[in-house]
């Protein structure tokens, strides 16, 4: 075997590899300037951390590459798609640094309760300020917690030690995890009104971008501090400094930012934010525990095949790759959808915890490899939960106590020839922190998909939730659940019109009448209660996914349309490739 480190490592790290007998081990200081690709030519592993960028270009180099492994968590440097197609298993190293930036978190709250920075600043300019340092304690507050993966449950166990009251918000995780670690689950706007800190750990998702902002704020306790350990763009920076300005927040703690390094922050010169430079992973014991992980992981796959945080597809023959593809990427497009279908859609909205997901192959689907398929549909349904990947998504189902229920059913009568289908149930979060059982149905908490691959590329949706409906899974979709009375598609097309947007597809659905409605005349001339319909708008939009110009008609398209009486609900989610 041989291993290409094309980055330092710890002595630790090069030691696992350099125990096995027989391998071959290249340091990052032994590879010449412009010759990594010729040492790749007849490499196993890649190990890398964020400075190399593995493209296409190298990976063509790299002709018996079996594993590339990112010592961190994001993979931006790598083209695990073009990895995949290849068989290159890409790795990395979800947690390993959980407890480290955990330990940031809590000292940057407790920097802003005794005010340290400028204590220390005094103190260096020989001023003595004990007076005008008064400060307050953590006990008896009350932590917000946005996001309880790994991380977000290290800092709830760590704010439990110093008396705090820990609350959060996580549609990712089941009420028994979050009972076990002591943390009542509430909706966000309820974290955002009790909390006197909130603590962001979530990753970045068309969800998630800008969470913390002006109406967001203005529905937040006043005094709130807030910490960013996560990622910067979760913050609009301009809504939380004017806040601060106005002294609705009491102060922040930021370790991410929009632009790395920040040229022009608003929070420059700003005594009540406290910045560091992306720092809460780098210890010396975190960066350790990365390279140790990577490197066993690394290893146990080349040596045992046993695939650990892989970001992409488990190892297939090419052609049974090229046959399961197309439905890994429709299963991960219904589960996104389907999870979509308990919130509102926005990052303000309230949601309930996903508890139990049902999966049910049909036809010729049934006969093939399945768990790519699986773990993508449960990968789509838990889009923007921490670390959860197309590999890890049983195991990241399992530690947030989510049930997953298979069936296969190879011989299907008439219809399409595979069809995957798939159901969410739903956990109520409730503004006491306890589970409530949703009842089955819709908003109810029972979301049910059926979709297919048609032409070996379109993934479509056949039903949602009792509605037969044919609607292409890609881009950016409108929901509407609407009254069937005349009118409505009209109404539709108008206001989307008048604010620029531009109907690439509409497909409609309907609620199949009862016999006993479809025999029963009008006889006295009363008017009967309207059934309902369901339609599917895929607009037309950029191939990077909706602009800000696009995302702002949207709000003012949907604020319309939600004055239709006709109108009963309407949402967005958009569909990119997972």
């Not at 993979?75 to 330990?103: C, F, S, W």
């Not at 009104?193 to 750990?201: A, C, E, R, T």
């Not at 992980?293 to 090229?322: F, I, P, T």
């Not at 110009?549 to 967005?572: G, N, W």
Request: aromatic share 4%; hydrophobic share 45%.
């Amino acid at each position: 075997m041989k291993i290409v480190l094309a980055e330092k490592v710890s002595p630790a790290t090069l030691a696992i590899f350099q125990k096995e007998p027989g391998w071959k081990v290249v340091t990052a200081e032994r590879i010449a300037p412009g010759g990594l690709a010729a040492e790749l030519a007849d490499a196993d592993a890649l190990v890398v951390r964020s400075a190399i960028q593995v493209d296409a270009a190298l990976l063509a180099a790299a002709s018996r590459l079996r594993v590339i492994g990112r010592a961190g968590v994001g993979v931006d440097n790598i083209d695990a798609e073009e990895a995949t197609r290849r068989g290159i298993v890409v790795m990395n190293t979800p947690g390993a640094n959980a407890v480290a930036v955990a330990e940031l978190t809590l000292a940057l709250m407790i920097a802003m309760c005794r005010g340290m920075i400028r204590a220390n600043a005094g103190m260096h300019a020989a001023r003595w300020e004990k007076k005008s340092l008064q400060g307050s304690e953590l006990r008896g507050k009350t932590l917000g917690i946005i996001g309880l993966g790994r991380v977000g449950l290290e800092v709830a166990r760590r704010a439990l030690a110093f008396g705090m009251k820990v609350i959060g918000y996580d549609p990712f995780i089941a009420p028994v995890i979050a009972r076990e670690n002591h943390v009542a689950l509430l909706t966000l706007e309820e974290v955002f009104s009790s909390s006197d800190f909130l603590s962001l750990h979530v990753g970045l998702t068309p969800q998630t971008e800008g969470l913390i902002n002006e109406r967001s704020i203005a529905g937040m306790k006043k005094g709130i501090r807030i910490v960013n350990c996560a990622r910067g763009e979760l913050i609009v920076e301009n809504a939380l400094a004017e806040a601060i300005r106005s002294g609705h927040v009491a102060g922040a703690a930021l370790d991410v930012f929009r632009q790395e390094p920040p040229k022009d922050s608003p929070f420059f010169g700003m005594e009540q934010v406290l910045l560091s430079p992306h720092i809460a992973g780098s210890t010396d014991e975190a960066q350790e525990a990365i390279g140790i992980q990577l490197a066993n992981q690394v290893r146990d796959y080349l040596k045992l095949g046993v695939v650990q945080n892989a970001v992409n597809a488990a190892s297939l023959s090419e052609e049974e790759y090229a046959e399961i593809a197309p439905y890994v990427e429709m299963a991960s497009r219904l589960g996104q959808l389907l999870s979509h279908a308990g919130s509102s859609g926005g990052p303000g909205s309230s949601r309930g915890s996903v508890d139990s997901i049902s999966l049910a192959y049909n036809g010729r689907l049934a006969a093939l490899k399945t768990e790519m398929i699986r773990n993508a549909a449960i990968a789509g349904a838990l889009y923007g939960a921490d670390g959860v990947n197309r590999i890890n998504a049983m195991t990241a189902a399992a530690e947030r106590g989510i049930r997953v229920q298979e069936e296969k059913r190879e011989q299907i009568a008439g219809g399409a020839g595979s069809t995957l289908g798939m159901t969410l149930h739903w956990t109520r979060q409730t503004g006491s922190g306890a589970g409530e059982q949703a009842g089955s149905g819709g908003e109810d908490g029972l979301w049910k998909g059926v979709a297919t691959v048609l032409h070996g590329r379109s993934p479509r949706l056949l039903r949602y939730d009792s509605i037969d409906i044919e609607a292409e899974l890609a881009g950016t979709l409108m929901i509407f659940r609407n009254q069937d009375v005349p009118g409505v598609i009209g109404r539709i097309g108008t206001i989307l019109g008048e604010a620029g947007l531009n109907i690439a597809s509409f497909a409609l659905g309907r609620e199949k009448p009862s016999p006993a409605a479809d025999s029963a005349p009008d006889l006295a001339g009363v008017k009967t209660e309207p059934g309902h319909a369901l339609a599917f708008v895929q607009l037309d939009t950029p191939s990077g996914g909706a602009s800000q110009e696009i995302q702002d008609a949207l709000h003012q398209a949907i604020a319309t349309l939600r004055r239709v009486p006709a109108i009963t609900s309407v949402r967005t989610v958009d569909l990119g490739k997972l």
